[in-house]
């Protein structure tokens, strides 16, 4: 009895650890796509010229450059759009552009792009960036001023 019971112990034993499962294998793939690394360089600062200090007034630079607005003045800078130059892979990237900036009190500066998307060809593309003063205090600070904003550019 004693061996039926070892003999029946071994069996089921070696039907549990057999590996007789059937098993397969399968090779995958993964794609990808080298890319250069975009380089975003500003070939042109945004230029609004003079600018009157007049509550509630404004003045845009357009994507050509032109200035529009009850508190744009004749003379002084010339007017230029902001231009930057992207380098990349070709084909689309997204464009935005951010930083509104209301660090000079009594003045609100809001930068746009025409478009939010663009097409990098021969692995470069020219972005122009327009703009807003917005005059909103008369005791706005004379002088010259710079203000800041960020264009960003992704795949």
């Known amino acids: 009895m004693t061996n039926k019971i070892l003999l029946s112990t071994l069996v089921a034993s070696s039907l549990l650890l057999s590996t007789g499962a059937i098993a397969a294998d399968a ?3 993964a794609n ?3 890319v ?3 380089t975003v ?3 042109t600062a945004m230029e609004f010229g003079d600018v009157s200090i007049a509550a509630n007034a404004s003045c845009a630079v357009d994507f050509a450059g032109a200035t529009t607005g ?3 003045v004749a003379g002084g800078a010339t007017s230029a759009a902001g ?3 992207v380098s990349g892979a070709n084909g689309l990237v997204n464009v935005s552009v951010s930083g509104a900036d209301t660090s000079i009190p ?3 500066f809001t930068p746009s792009v025409a478009n ?3 097409t990098i060809a021969g692995n470069t593309a020219s972005i122009n960036v327009a703009g807003n003063l917005a005059i909103t205090a008369a005791n706005a600070t004379a002088g010259t001023h710079a203000l800041s904003y960020t264009l960003s550019v992704t795949y």
């Open 70 to 72: 009850s508190a744009c």
């Open 116 to 118: 939010a998307s663009e």
């Open 36 to 38: 250069y690394p975009l």
């Open 32 to 34: 990808f796509n080298l």
């Open 83 to 85: 231009a930057f130059t």
């Open 41 to 43: 360089t500003e070939t």
């Open 27 to 29: 090779t995958g793939t």
């Open 106 to 108: 009594g003045v609100e």
